[in-house]
C-alpha cells in the first residue's frame, strides 16, 4: 500500500522493502538508500530502534526518514521526532499525502 | 614460466602482507582478553583465520618456515580457544615474537635471502601448547559443554549473499532452528561497515558452522565470563572481511605507470596549446572558437582523469599509523616507560607512495619520541605529569596538503643541550635559536642526541634523513616544543606528487619554475623601490618592509641590469620575503620529476620537470632558498601583525 | 662484475683516453641536448638533461678526471649509465665503439695510476696495441661530498 501511494512520485524510483527491523538496516547498509519509510510496529525491533542505530552512523546520519504509526498521539510523534525522525506520518492516511511529503524530503536541498 | 612464478609470487607476498598486517593489529587487541578463562571469541577468530590462511598459502609455494611457524601459532591459539590452556601476557609476548619472525621470514624469502632460523620460536610455541594427546591441563577452567551452549554468531551481508537469497532474516531463521536468539544487533565496523550479532543458545553442529561460513555467519562459542554487551572495538575487528568483495588489489608500479602516462598527456596537451596559439591568426575567428572550446575542454578532461588516477592511489593514512601502536609497545616495554598512543583522523587519505616513503620517517620521530621525549614513571609522577605518557598522531587535509603530526607530552628539547652538542659536533649555531634554528640543528648530519651505541633510537636514520626524505616529496617539516610539556613535529607534504600548477619565471639566461601553491602574490619591483641596508634589500609591500632575496645571487647567475623586475612574495617562517626574477612569463602545469640523485640533490631545487621543448627546467623550493636567505644574510622577517 | 670469461663493453673517449664500461650497465648513448645547470651542485656536475622522460644528472667526464673543460661538439655523446639504483649520464669527447674484452686480458691497476681517475679504475685491457682503462661506475659516481657518502 505504501508503495502505491508513492508511486505517484515524479521520476523513477525503486522500492526496496524490508519486513523486519534488521532486515531494513540490512537494506540501508547494502544501499543506497535515499528515503526510508518506518513502521513503528515491526516483528523483532521497534522502529524507533531502527532509528537510533540510523541516526548514530556516521554514513546513514543523514537520510530522511518518515515514521508510519497508528499512534496519534503528541507524545509518540514527539518521542519519534526527538530521536530523529524527518517527518511522523499516522495510518490511515490520504493516498497523496505521504508522496507529497516523500517528494519534499528527496528534493536536495530541504535536508 | 619463471613470469607465472613471479607474478604468483607477488600476489603471494601481497597475500601475506594482509594477513600479517590483520595479525598485528589483532595480536594488540588480544592483551585486553589476557587472564580470562576465554578471550574474545572475535579476535582469536580473526587471528586463527589469519594463521590458517598464511599456513594455507605458504603450503602453496613451499615456504616451510611460514607453514610451520603459522601452524603452531594455530595450534597454541586453538588451545587457547577451547579453554586448554589460560592465555597469558607471556603467551602473547610469544606470538608477537612468532609474527615478527614471520614478517623476516617473508621478507627474508622476497629478498632471495637464506631462511630464517625458526626452531627457537617453534619450541617456546610448543612449550605453552598443550600436547596433542594430552587431556585438558588442570589449570584451564572447567567448562563442561552443556547441550545448550551460548553462542555468538556475526553476518555480514553482503550484494552476493543476497543474490543467493540469504538475508538477515534468512540467517535469523536458521539460527532459530539451532536454538533460541537471545540477542540479535546490529554492529558497526571499520569504515562504517555494518554486520548483524546474534547471540543464542544451541548446538550447532561443527559442519553446520562450517557451512555457514560461505553464507557471511560467523560463529563462536561464548564464556559466561566474556562481555556480552557489543562495544564497536568488537564490531571492528568482525567486519574486517567485508572489504573484499568490490576491491580489486592494484600493483602500485602499474598505478605509477599510469601517472606517468597522464603526465605525458598534460605536457602533450601544454604542447599543442602552444602550436595551435602560434596558428590563430591564420584561423579564421568561427572555426577559432570550436577550437578553443575543444582544447579547454581537453583540459578539463585531462584534470579529471588525472584526479581519479590520483584518487585510486589514495590509501587511508591509518595505513601509515597502524604500525606505531606496535613499535611503541615494544619501546616502552624496553624502556620501562608507560605510553598510550592517540591517533586523530587516520581515514585522512594519502597518496600509497606518500605513506611508503614516510613510514620510517615517522617511525623515527616516534621512535625518538618514546626514547627520548618522553619520562619514566617517576619522574613523570614527579612533575606532577600522569604516569602515562601520551603520543598523538594526526593527519589532516586541506586543499593541496596533507598535514601530519606528531606530538608527545614529554620533556620538550632541551635547547641548552641541543646547542651544546652542536658546538661539538662542528656546526655553526645562529645568534638567535628559535625552534626553527633548533630544528635546522639536529637535522644536520653529524648531529646526534647519543651515542652510536644507543640502539633504541639508531640504527641509521636520523632526523637528517627523515628531512631529506620529507624534501624529496616536496614537503616541510616544522617543530613546536615547551619545556615540560611536550614536543610536536608536523609533516606538510603536498597530495599531488606528480603534477602541479606552476609560475615559469626567467632569471638570467635561464628558466625556472615556482610552485604556484607556495606563492603568496607576483609582483613587479621598480629598482628604484629597493633600498638597501646593512642586512640586505628591502622593498616595501602592503605598506610594510619585506626582506628581497634575488634569485639571481642566491642561484649564482649573471644577469643584466634592469629598472623593472618581478618577484614573487612567499612566505618563510610565517613572515614574507620578495623572491626576484628577472620575469615572470606564465604559468603551466608541469609535471614534476624528482631530482633525488646525489650528484644533484641541492638546497633550494625540489626537482625538476620539462616545458615540452625538450629541455630541463628545475623547480625552485622556495621555502629553501627564502630559509637559506635569512641564514646566510642574518634576515630576520619582519612578523606580520595582521 | 667480478670474473666474467668475456664481456663487451661500451668504449668511449676523455681527453684522448680510451676508456671502457660494460655494456649492461650503459641504457643508451644520446647525441648531447640542451643541458640545464644545477646551481652548487659538485664541481664536476654539468647539470641535468631530459632524457626520454627522466631527468638524469650530467657528469662531465673531463672535468671527473680534472682536465678543462671542451665545448661540445658533433663528436660529443651522452652516456645514460644504469646501476639499478641510479640513472647517471657521463659527458665524454666521443662514443662510437662496442668490444668483447676477455678477462683474462684486463689487468689490475697500477698504483701509479693516481688522481681523481684512481679509485674509478678497475682494471686496464689490451687489445692490440691499445690500452683501455676499465672504469668501476659505482665509484665514478660516488661523489665528493662526505655528507652524502651513505
Avoid at chain 2, 572447567?142 to 552476493?160: G, I, K
Wanted: charged fraction near 25%.
Amino acid at each position: 500500500m505504501v508503495k502505491a501511494s508513492l508511486a505517484a512520485l515524479s521520476g523513477p524510483c525503486e522500492f526496496v522493502e524490508a519486513s523486519s527491523g534488521l532486515e531494513a538496516i540490512e537494506r540501508l547498509a547494502l544501499g543506497p538508500i535515499e528515503l526510508m519509510v518506518l513502521d513503528l510496529n515491526m516483528p523483532d525491533m521497534h522502529g524507533l530502534e531502527v532509528l537510533g542505530f540510523v541516526r548514530s552512523h556516521s554514513k546513514y546520519r543523514q537520510v530522511p526518514v518518515i515514521i508510519l504509526t497508528t499512534r496519534g498521539d503528541d507524545a509518540s510523534r514527539a518521542a519519534a521526532l526527538e530521536a530523529g525522525a524527518t517527518a511522523y506520518m499516522t495510518k490511515p492516511f490520504a493516498p497523496g499525502t505521504l508522496a507529497t511529503k516523500a517528494q519534499e524530503l528527496l528534493e536536495p536541498g530541504s535536508r | 614460466m619463471t613470469d607465472f612464478l613471479d607474478t604468483f609470487l607477488d600476489d603471494y607476498f601481497a597475500e601475506c602482507d594482509e594477513h600479517l598486517t590483520a595479525v598485528r593489529r589483532t595480536l594488540l587487541a588480544l592483551e585486553s582478553s589476557i587472564g580470562r578463562s576465554r578471550p574474545d571469541p572475535t579476535i582469536t577468530e580473526e587471528l586463527f583465520r589469519a594463521f590458517h590462511s598464511l599456513k594455507g598459502i605458504a603450503g602453496m609455494v613451499e615456504h616451510r618456515e611460514i607453514e610451520m611457524l603459522a601452524h603452531e601459532m594455530e595450534t597454541y591459539l586453538r588451545a587457547v580457544r577451547e579453554g586448554e590452556v589460560r592465555l597469558t601476557t607471556a603467551g602473547v609476548d610469544r606470538l608477537m615474537d612468532a609474527a615478527r619472525l614471520l614478517e623476516h621470514s617473508i621478507a627474508a624469502r622476497r629478498q632471495g635471502e637464506q631462511p630464517i632460523d625458526i626452531e627457537p620460536a617453534l619450541a617456546e610455541l610448543r612449550q605453552i601448547s598443550p600436547d596433542e594427546e594430552d587431556s585438558p591441563p588442570s589449570s584451564a577452567l572447567p567448562a563442561p559443554d552443556s547441550p545448550a551452549a551460548s553462542w555468538q554468531c556475526l553476518f555480514t551481508p553482503s550484494p552476493e549473499l543476497i543474490a543467493r537469497g540469504i538475508n538477515v532474516d534468512v540467517v535469523r531463521a536458521r539460527l532459530r532452528e539451532q536454538g533460541d536468539i537471545i540477542s540479535a544487533l546490529p554492529v558497526v565496523g571499520d569504515g562504517g561497515a555494518i554486520a548483524f550479532r546474534f547471540v543464542f543458545e544451541g548446538n550447532p553442529e561443527i559442519a553446520e558452522r562450517d557451512a555457514w561460513v560461505a553464507d557471511g555467519m560467523v560463529c563462536s562459542k561464548i564464556d559466561d565470563a566474556a562481555p556480552v554487551a557489543v562495544s564497536t572495538v568488537v564490531g571492528e575487528r568482525s567486519a574486517a572481511t567485508l572489504s573484499s568483495a568490490n576491491h580489486v588489489r592494484v600493483d602500485l608500479a602499474r598505478l605509477d605507470d599510469l601517472m606517468r602516462m597522464i603526465g605525458d598527456l598534460v605536457i602533450r596537451r601544454a604542447r599543442l596549446g602552444d602550436a595551435i596559439a602560434r596558428v590563430e591568426s591564420l584561423v579564421p575567428s568561427t572555426d577559432w572558437r570550436g577550437i578553443q572550446e575543444n582544447m579547454s575542454a581537453l583540459e578539463r578532461q585531462l584534470r579529471e582523469l588525472r584526479e581519479g588516477v590520483m584518487r585510486v592511489r589514495l590509501v587511508p593514512v591509518a595505513e601509515m599509523f597502524r604500525r606505531v601502536p606496535f613499535v611503541v609497545r615494544d619501546l616502552a616495554r624496553e624502556t620501562g616507560k608507560r605510553v598510550t598512543v592517540d591517533v586523530s583522523g587516520e581515514a585522512t587519505e594519502i597518496d600509497k607512495f606518500l605513506v611508503e616513503r614516510m613510514l620510517d620517517p615517522v617511525l623515527h620521530v616516534v621512535r625518538n619520541a618514546v626514547s627520548h621525549g618522553l619520562e619514566g614513571v617517576d619522574e613523570r609522577i614527579a612533575a606532577g605529569k600522569s604516569p602515562e605518557g601520551t603520543l598523538t598522531l594526526t593527519a589532516a587535509a586541506a586543499g593541496e596538503m596533507v598535514t601530519i603530526q606528531i606530538a608527545d607530552d614529554g620533556r620538550g628539547i632541551d635547547t641548552a643541550r641541543v646547542i651544546a652538542r652542536a658546538r661539538v659536533a662542528g656546526l655553526a649555531i645562529p645568534a638567535h635559536v628559535d625552534e626553527a634554528a633548533i630544528l635546522e640543528l639536529i637535522s644536520s648530519p653529524g648531529f646526534s642526541t647519543r651515542d652510536a651505541s644507543d640502539r633504541v633510537s639508531g640504527r641509521g636514520f636520523g632526523m637528517a634523513v627523515v628531512r631529506t626524505r620529507v624534501q624529496e616529496l616536496g614537503g616541510a617539516i616544522s617543530l613546536a616544543s615547551t619545556p615540560g610539556q611536550g614536543t610536536r613535529f608536523t609533516f606538510d607534504l603536498p597530495l599531488t606528487l606528480a603534477i602541479t600548477d606552476a609560475l615559469i619565471a626567467r632569471v638570467g639566461g635561464e628558466t625556472f619554475a615556482v610552485p604556484q601553491a607556495s606563492v603568496r602574490e607576483v609582483i613587479e619591483i621598480n629598482t628604484g623601490g629597493i633600498h638597501a641596508l646593512e642586512t640586505g634589500e628591502l622593498i616595501q609591500y602592503r605598506g610594510a618592509p619585506v626582506p628581497i632575496v634575488r634569485l639571481s645571487d642566491a642561484l649564482a647567475i649573471p644577469v643584466r641590469p634592469a629598472t623593472r623586475l618581478h618577484a614573487f612574495i612567499v612566505n618563510a617562517a610565517g613572515a614574507p620575503i620578495a623572491l626576484v626574477v628577472d620575469r615572470v612569463v606564465g604559468q603551466r602545469e608541469i609535471v614534476v620529476r624528482t631530482t633525488s640523485d646525489p650528484l644533484i640533490r641541492v638546497d633550494g631545487i625540489a626537482g625538476a620537470t620539462d616545458l615540452g621543448d625538450g629541455r630541463a627546467v628545475l623547480i625552485l623550493d622556495v621555502a629553501a632558498l627564502a630559509r637559506q636567505a635569512r641564514r646566510t644574510r642574518g634576515i630576520v622577517p619582519v612578523r606580520e601583525t595582521a | 662484475m667480478t670474473d666474467q670469461r668475456s664481456d663487451q663493453y661500451i668504449l668511449f673517449t676523455v681527453a684522448g683516453t680510451t676508456y671502457g664500461l660494460p655494456s649492461s650497465q650503459i641504457a643508451h648513448v644520446d647525441l648531447v641536448e640542451d643541458i640545464t645547470h644545477v646551481p652548487n651542485a659538485a664541481p664536476f656536475v654539468d647539470g641535468v638533461v631530459f632524457s626520454r622522460g627522466q631527468i638524469v644528472p650530467a657528469i662531465n667526464m673531463r672535468a671527473r678526471f680534472g682536465f678543462e673543460r671542451a665545448p661540445i661538439d658533433l663528436r660529443t655523446r651522452f652516456l645514460v649509465t644504469n646501476t639499478g639504483n641510479r640513472v647517471v649520464g657521463l659527458l665524454v669527447d666521443s662514443c662510437r665503439e662496442f668490444l668483447k674484452i676477455d678477462a683474462a686480458s684486463i689487468h689490475p691497476p697500477v698504483d701509479a695510476l693516481g688522481g681523481a681517475a684512481g679509485s674509478s679504475v678497475s682494471g686496464i685491457a689490451t687489445s692490440g696495441d691499445r690500452m683501455i682503462v676499465i672504469l668501476n661506475l659505482n665509484q665514478l659516481l660516488a661523489s665528493q661530498d662526505p655528507i652524502l657518502a651513505a
